[in-house]
C-alpha cells in the first residue's frame, strides 16, 4: 500500500485535534455548527466526530483566520467564499439604518 493512501485513511479524534491544533474542543464544536458548509468530521457510528487530515488542515485555517488575523465569522464566511448567511441566520442588510436625509 502507498504512503499517501495510509495518510488518506488517517483520522483523528477531537481529543487528538485539540492537543495537535491548540483549538478547545468546545470551540471545535462551534465552528462545525458555525461553518458547517466548510468543518464537516465524520461521524463513527456511535456519533463520534473523525477528522480526517484535511479537516485538521481546515481547523489550522480557521485558527489563523479568527485567532491571529482576527476575522468575526462573517468575515470567516466570506474569505472562504461561503457567502454571508450562516448558522447564525441571515446577514443584516447592508445600507443606511435610517433613510430619511441628513437634516431632513
Known amino acids: 500500500m502507498a504512503i499517501t493512501n495510509v495518510w488518506n485513511k488517517v483520522s483523528l ?11 478547545k474542543k468546545t470551540t471545535l464544536r462551534y465552528w462545525e455548527k458555525e ?5 464537516k468530521p465524520e461521524r463513527t457510528g456511535t456519533q463520534r466526530r473523525q477528522y480526517s487530515l484535511e479537516e485538521v488542515e481546515k481547523v489550522s485555517v480557521l485558527k489563523q483566520l479568527i485567532e491571529e488575523e482576527k476575522y468575526k465569522s462573517a468575515g470567516v464566511r466570506l474569505k472562504l467564499g461561503l457567502g454571508v ?10 445600507g443606511p439604518a435610517d433613510p430619511k436625509p441628513p437634516g431632513g
Open 13 to 23: 479524534n477531537i481529543d487528538q485535534v485539540s492537543q495537535l491544533t491548540g483549538v
Open 35 to 39: 461553518f458547517s458548509d466548510y468543518l
Open 85 to 94: 448567511s450562516g448558522a447564525q441566520g441571515e446577514a443584516p442588510p447592508v
